[in-house]
């Protein structure tokens, strides 16, 4: 039988804490909130990774530290471990993959673009979305990480920069493995701790939530007037023309996330981003950028067109660069402003998935 001492007794995650827990913790032990400023500003904004040796905490911290942190003890620490760290041969991307305490990979991407960078996180491990051109979709879903594990990867992400001797990141978008309004809670508490100006502080307007169109979450983050990005995978203008890609599409048709997004619009004000992998033959017509162009209409709309990253599960190849510029002049002339997106970090595997799924491919064959 599971007692409530054994309940008790399994540890935290420490980065799954926000501030506001973190000071009631320690305050649940007598010390006050300076104490608690100081242990998160050493987590998250010295990146500390050994908080229980560190030296510059008055003692009462540093007791606290020794008594609660570590192997066997109250809380741990999530400090995945690094399993490959490659960099395209341009310089500008580097995809990480990180293994975690039970053994699952996840993908962390940090991409250089005019001395600005940019981390891509994973908010799970697998997915459960099956888009059929993804490699994480072709893996299929695993669990959901925590809101430590999301934060572990911006902590890793900075620590590579700064040991480069760059500046620290600028931007995060949620568009790694997973979903993240499918793991909504963990990427919510997640997003909070990164965005606290006392520690990682990459603030609301710097984060870019990208869903494949749950609507449920759509419609919560506008109901919550949560104050990130919005992103919205389509790839497909008509019901039967996205579904053949995006198989979450059953679950939440077009018409139902269109009228979601114009929800979000209404309640928001904000302008929202669509997302539109290029595929040679497949969604890249002009009749398609037509009807695009129409479903967007009314709405504060951008869409990013990005040329198919390919792999292995998927025969699909990328749309043209001059087909590309055409279905951007087709949404221009309905009004509807779009960027054609680099294509970056091929030689990485940077698509998501593509690394993990090499990898156990790669496993496999050794075994
Ligand atoms: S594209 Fe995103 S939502 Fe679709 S399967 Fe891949 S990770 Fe999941």
Redesign the pocket.
């Known amino acids: 039988m599971t007692t409530v001492a054994a309940i008790s007794a399994v540890p935290r995650p420490l980065l799954d804490l926000t501030f506001a827990e973190l000071e009631r913790e320690l305050g649940a032990s007598g010390l006050p909130p300076v104490h608690a400023r100081a242990l998160w500003r050493a987590a998250h904004q010295e990146l500390n990774q050994n908080l229980a040796k560190e030296n510059g905490f008055v003692p009462p911290l540093r007791r606290w530290l020794e008594q609660n942190l570590g192997d066997g003890k109250r809380f741990f620490l999530d400090a995945p471990t690094e399993t490959d760290d490659i960099a395209s041969a341009d310089g500008l991307t580097r995809k990480f993959l990180l293994r975690l305490a039970d053994d699952q990979t996840i993908e962390t991407v940090l991409m250089s673009f005019k001395g600005r960078h940019t981390a891509c996180l994973s908010t799970?491990a697998g997915?459960?979305?099956?888009?059929v051109?993804?490699?994480?979709?072709?893996m299929g879903f695993v669990r959901h990480l925590r809101p430590g594990e999301i934060v572990a990867q911006v902590r890793h992400a900075q620590r590579a920069l700064r040991s480069a001797g760059h500046d620290g990141l600028r931007n995060l978008v949620l568009?790694?493995?997973?979903?993240p309004l499918?793991n909504y809670e963990a990427v919510m508490t997640a997003l909070e701790i990164i965005s606290d100006r006392g520690g990682l502080n990459i603030g609301p307007s710097k984060i870019t939530i990208?869903?494949?169109g749950v609507v449920p979450g759509i419609l919560r983050l506008a109901e919550e007037q949560r104050p990130y990005h919005l992103a919205v995978?389509l790839h497909g203008a008509t019901e039967a023309e996205r579904s053949a890609l995006?198989p979450?599409s059953a679950r939440w048709p077009l018409a139902e996330l269109i009228a979601a997004c114009r929800t979000y619009f209404a309640q928001t004000g904000r302008r929202i981003f669509f997302e539109w992998t290029l595929i040679a033959g497949a969604n890249d017509s002009p009749a398609q950028a037509g009807r695009l162009g129409k479903l967007l209409a009314g709405l504060d709309a951008h869409v990013n067109l990005i040329p198919l990253n390919p792999t292995g599960g998927f025969a699909g190849t990328p749309t043209s660069l001059d087909a590309a510029k055409a279905f951007q002049s087709i949404l221009k002339s309905a009004g509807i402003p779009s960027t054609i997106r680099q294509r970056r970090g091929i030689d990485v595997a940077a698509g998501?998935?593509q690394l993990r799924a090499e990898k156990s491919r790669t496993d496999r064959a050794g075994k």
């Open positions: 799970q997915c459960a979305m099956g888009c051109f993804c490699a994480t979709g072709q568009m790694g493995m997973g979903e499918h990208s869903t494949v995978s995006v979450a998501c998935g």
